[in-house]
């Protein structure tokens, strides 16, 4: 079992930064792809970024340029670093742990969401 928790969530204007945060319980963390996604109202939830268990990465393409992804195994912790905020990335962002096993058993967790709003 695997407990998420997102923080840094808030209000800011367009153009401006917001880093969010999600703490995942567990002793195995490095093991899983970490992903951020979000869900504006009225719209389906959608893939922000991902962070596999090597390191490697896949972003959205309205979010590429502007938004990083980066984990710290040490601290159990996943972030996403977002510059250039737009009005469009307003939504609630969740924090996703996944892991498929050899036997295809897949492990598939969820925070509760943070919420991101730009406006000015």
């Known amino acids: 079992q695997v407990q998420l928790v997102e923080s840094g969530g808030g209000l800011v204007q367009p153009g401006g930064s917001l880093r969010l945060s999600c703490a995942a319980s567990?002793?195995?963390?490095?093991?899983?792809?970490m992903g951020w996604y979000r869900q504006a109202p009225g719209k389906q939830r959608e893939l922000v970024a991902v962070?596999?268990?090597?390191?490697?990465?896949n972003y959205a393409v309205p979010v590429k340029g502007r938004f990083t992804i980066s984990r710290d195994n040490a601290q159990n912790t996943v972030y996403l670093q977002m510059n250039s905020l737009k009005p469009e990335d307003t939504a609630v962002y969740y924090c996703?742990?996944?892991?498929?096993?050899?036997?295809?058993?897949?492990?598939?967790?969820w925070g509760q969401g943070t919420q991101v709003t730009v406006s000015s």
């Open positions: 962070i596999r268990s090597g390191g490697s990465t």
């Open positions: 996703n742990a996944h892991r498929v096993l050899l036997t295809g058993y897949e492990y598939d967790y």
């Open positions: 567990g002793s195995i963390f490095s093991s899983y792809a």
